[in-house]
């Protein structure tokens, strides 16, 4: 029997939010041992649900990528907080919560009375976790925004792409994971301080905020030498015969990289010799590389040269993550098997936790744990069940 | 002012960006975290011991001064709130020294490429000897086992070999990199919880944990739907540039000024009808090309062009203002100078001020949280290095004077880098 990686155990999560912020957050939560129960709309649930991608294209509640890969390993039911029977139930499990987290627009919450004052009533020593674009206050707080606008506002945007063109966003929705993971950092804060003095306290996330904090160069370049730092072009990336790598030489790295390319009379050129010397002859460089390099393949290149200490990368797709022998040997991608859904290859837990295994259990379908958390924790029967799904409560 | 993580000792070897990142945040919430490097070896962030003016550093008043390495910016931002002390690691008297405060430490840090601590003799096994329940965190950028565990890596080619730079692109064009090395900054900001749940399994069962992080999974982990419509559809995700997966129109639009934009983000039918009505087009809203998204998406080019026209003679912070009282989802392209002066960051207190004096006192990066009793600030500026040596010597290590001058004649904790430049 192996042993299972729960540092979390015991901790009661009670999960508001919908869509990747806070899904993240609860993900990592619930994967790491706390009893999470995600609470989504009856009848539609989670955004998640109907945004894919969905197996063949065929839409499907149960079978959602983005909604299983967030929601592992939680309990879910349904409630709907827009009925005042609803709010009375959600009382109910506020006061049975460790940490509560939600990420509706700034104030909804607080209209459906969990403000942190009446959350502060219901249960004192609750951790109540809010996400939102801009956070809970400031004159931006009720700003309509998306991993677009916040990657533009956050200064992300502007030091990214070609300086010849329009700034260009990351792919994928990395504003909303960032801000998964600080609601997730912020809450083990709370958390921490709450077990020691038995204090809990409101944690308001900002998505800006967390881009702010990681764009760094931008603000830093402007604040420390009044310049600013422009769109960069992208650190060189060669075009390969099945792709493109990423060629880094440092001042160590050259006189190996002359060896490699079959081209020792380079070390003394006086061209190349320092770093300022290369980046002043980068296009006469860049057309020795491209020589050399065109016709070979990427993952050669990569192993070769970084087994002479030299930090390169080449572009991965998702077909070369899911061959990598890198993440093969540790096991990245896991297998979960769900009653609708199907056995379907997920991206694991980043990390490992001593010598334990982390116990990857599937999403909930919708509504899935409503008999058990309400039966349990609100002491409703089966006839009361039926009567709250009639009223549309759950 | 009560701070959340007081009472915590935090042994940080850790260099550059990910690791120093998420050690300044818990410095910040009142954890004590103890800086290690050497006059030798001293973070490469601090830049070079005899930096030039107009070099790649950021310096104040771009003037490196006689000692850069207490001076560059960046170092300055994720050092802040922490102690440094200067042990030369080589030296076994240097790891005697690291053993002995690690041995009143709750926690290690450290992002060496996989097997530098142990090679130092200051692995987790070595460590718990000293400190049965310490926490390890080791940040490699492949994780600690593995073919690649000694490969090294850049936040640039992480965005490559973790699949962000695959999707990342000109619609149309290759593949390509940000400019914000954006593996570092969400590696550090996620490691603050992962330490923390650590400790609080400690204090339910006791035991201390080694944590093995791969900054390299947990870059690919931001790319959920995209790993699953490869397992689910064997689909291979390329660069849309800045539009977006299902929504349409969305993009950055050129305003007045030079280099000067707006991001557009039109999510649903309604905000396509707000949208059209604030550019003065309301005949747009019912126009069978532009009504459903399906239209929207199949001529977004056309409409790039016809939102280029309506922005382009406008100023990007009115329009902004105008299409979010519309409630259109729209955000100006900041840069650095905008960051700095931003309305909401400055409402929120989001900069915080310090440095060493007066004439060095500047706005620096906060946290991406917010905490309504315990807010946590920046405690202190950016050590010196080596500024705390003798102090943590004694008080932590319980080193005897002679003892601290010995390990000082030795060489083990010098901390002027000039020593070793040629």
Request: proline share 13%; glycine share 10%.
């Given at each position: 029997m192996p042993n299972l990686a729960s540092p979390l155990a015991g901790v009661k999560v009670l999960d508001f939010s919908q869509g990747t912020s806070g899904g993240v957050s609860t993900k990592l939560m619930a994967v790491m041992g706390a009893d999470v129960v995600k609470v989504e709309?009856?009848?539609?649930?989670?955004?998640?649900?109907?945004?894919?991608?969905?197996?063949?294209?065929?839409?499907?509640?149960?079978?959602?990528?983005?909604?299983?890969?967030l929601n592992t390993n939680k309990r879910g039911v349904t409630l709907s907080l827009e009925h005042p029977t609803g709010r009375a139930a959600a009382r109910r499990l506020v006061e049975w919560a460790d940490v509560i987290v939600e990420n509706?627009?700034?104030?909804?919450?607080?209209?459906w009375g969990f403000g942190y004052d009446e959350v502060e009533r219901i249960n004192p020593g609750a951790i109540l976790v809010s996400t939102a674009p801009f956070g809970q206050s400031g004159p931006y707080r009720d700003f309509r925004g998306n991993d677009h606008i916040v990657q533009a506002l956050g200064g992300l945007m502007y030091v990214t792409g070609d300086p010849k063109r329009e700034p260009l966003r990351i792919g994928g929705e990395p504003t909303d994971y960032f801000s998964g993971f600080s609601a997730f950092s912020g809450a083990l804060i709370a958390l921490t301080y709450r077990d020691l003095s038995g204090i809990g306290q409101h944690v308001d996330v900002s998505a800006h905020e967390g881009i702010a904090v990681a764009q760094m160069y931008s603000a830093l370049s402007y604040i420390f030498t009044g310049a600013e730092r422009g769109r960069q072009a992208a650190s060189p990336l060669y075009r390969v015969s099945d792709g493109q790598v990423g060629v880094s030489l440092r001042q160590q790295d050259w006189p190996g990289f002359c060896q490699m390319i079959g081209r020792p009379e380079l070390e003394q050129d006086d061209r190349f010799k320092d770093m300022a010397a290369r980046r002043a002859n980068q296009e006469a460089l860049t057309a020795i590389i491209n020589e050399w390099i065109h016709d070979k393949n990427k993952q050669d290149l990569y192993h070769e040269a970084q087994k002479m200490g030299m930090t390169w990368g080449y572009i991965c797709d998702t077909k070369d993550l899911m061959e990598s022998p890198q993440y093969r040997h540790r096991g990245f991608f896991t297998e979960i098997d769900h009653p609708v859904a199907g056995r379907l290859t997920y991206p694991g837990m980043p990390l490992r936790w001593g010598d334990g295994v982390w116990d990857l259990r599937p999403a909930p379908l919708l509504g899935q744990h409503n008999a058990e958390v309400y039966g349990d924790l609100l002491g409703w029967s089966q006839e009361d069940l039926v009567l709250m799904r009639a009223t549309g409560v759950i | 002012m009560a701070l959340p993580l007081e009472g915590i000792r935090i042994l940080d070897p850790s260099q550059v960006w990910a690791g120093p990142t998420c050690t300044k945040i818990l410095g910040d919430l009142g954890a004590d975290v103890i800086k290690v490097e050497s006059a030798r070896r001293m973070d490469i962030a601090r830049g070079d011991a005899r930096a030039m003016p107009g070099g790649m550093g950021f310096y104040p008043e771009n003037d490196p001064g006689v000692d850069p390495w207490n001076r560059e910016g960046k170092y300055a931002d994720r050092n802040r709130s922490k102690r440094s002390i200067c042990l030369d690691l080589t030296h076994p008297r240097g790891v005697d020294a690291f053993k002995r405060i690690a041995a009143h430490s709750d926690v290690v840090v450290e992002n060496y490429r996989q097997g530098v601590m142990d090679r130092f003799g200051l692995g987790y096994n070595d460590l718990r000897k000293v400190r049965p329940d310490i926490i390890m965190l080791t940040m490699a950028s492949q994780g600690a086992t593995g073919p690649e565990a000694a490969y090294g890596s850049f936040g640039v080619t992480l965005e490559q070999t973790a699949g962000v730079a695959s999707v990342t692109g000109y619609l149309g064009g290759d593949p390509s990199t940000s400019g914000v090395l954006f593996p570092d900054p969400l590696v550090s900001v996620v490691s603050v919880g992962l330490i923390l749940a650590a400790f609080r399994q400690r204090r339910q069962t006791g035991e201390g944990v080694y944590i093995d992080l791969s900054q390299r999974e947990m870059t690919t982990s931001i790319l959920g739907d995209m790993v699953m419509d490869y397992t689910m559809n064997n689909r291979a995700w390329e660069p849309i540039g800045n539009r977006h997966r299902t929504f349409a129109p969305q993009g950055v639009y050129q305003c007045r000024g030079s280099d000067v934009?707006?991001?557009?983000?039109?999510?649903?039918?309604?905000?396509?009808?707000?949208?059209?009505?604030?550019?003065?087009?309301?005949?747009?809203?019912?126009?069978?090309?532009?009504?459903t998204v399906i239209g929207r998406r199949k001529h977004h080019d056309d409409l790039d062009t016809l939102i280029t026209a309506w922005t382009s003679v406008r100023d990007a912070f009115i329009t902004m203002s105008t299409l979010q009282a519309a409630g259109v989802p729209a955000g100006v392209v900041a840069k650095g100078e905008d960051l700095v002066s931003d309305p909401q960051l400055v409402a929120r207190g989001f900069w915080?001020?310090?440095?060493?004096?007066?004439?060095?006192?500047?706005?620096?990066?906060?946290r991406p949280f917010k905490f309504s009793k315990t807010p946590g600030f920046t405690r202190f500026p950016a050590p010196l290095l080596g500024a705390d040596t003798a102090e943590v010597l004694r008080n932590v290590a319980g080193m005897s004077d002679a003892e601290i001058a010995e390990l000082d004649e030795l060489g083990v904790t010098e901390d002027d880098p000039l020593c070793f430049v040629s």
């Open positions: 709309p009856p009848g539609v649930g989670d955004v998640t649900r109907a945004q894919g991608p969905f197996p063949g294209d065929l839409p499907h509640p149960e079978k959602s990528g983005q909604f299983l890969y509706f627009r700034p104030g909804q919450f607080a209209e | 934009w707006l991001a557009i983000s039109v999510e649903t039918d309604d905000d396509w009808a707000a949208f059209a009505r604030t550019m003065g087009r309301p005949e747009l809203i019912d126009n069978p090309r532009y009504s915080e001020y310090t440095g060493h004096t007066p004439a060095e006192t500047r706005p620096y990066l906060s």
